[in-house]
């Protein structure tokens, strides 16, 4: 069982930077793939970035490319996702996922809200 619990989201203006932060508890972390989704009302949720149990080649929905990066210390059982460059559109409620064959573990998410 792994437990996970987002922060580091709120409100910012147009072109400013965040980052989230994913703590997970339980045991394993390094076991895990991590990403982070998105979901607005409405709408189904949507991948955002993934990066694997070692920390390479993270991939990213195309939209954040350029903009949003991944990574994960797995000393601090953590995954982060820095925001930069944000943008109305970016606004959702941001969840960590933790995966591993068939476990699949969610957070119960973080609002980022970003002003025009």
């Known amino acids: 069982q792994v437990q996970l619990v987002e922060s580091g989201g709120g409100l910012v203006q147009a072109g400013e930077s965040l980052r989230l932060s994913c703590a997970a508890s339980?045991?394993?972390?390094?076991?895990?793939?991590m990403s982070w989704f998105r979901q607005t009302p409405g709408k189904e949720r949507e991948f955002v970035a993934r990066i694997n149990t070692s920390g390479d080649n993270p991939s990213y929905t195309g939209s954040v490319k350029g903009r949003f990066t991944i990574s994960r210390d797995n000393a601090k059982n953590t995954v982060y996702l820095q925001m930069n460059s944000l943008k109305p559109e970016d606004t959702a409620v941001y969840y960590c996922n933790a995966r591993y064959f068939v476990y699949n573990y969610w957070g119960q998410g973080t609002q980022v809200t970003v002003s025009s």
């Open positions: 339980g045991r394993a972390f390094s076991m895990y793939s």
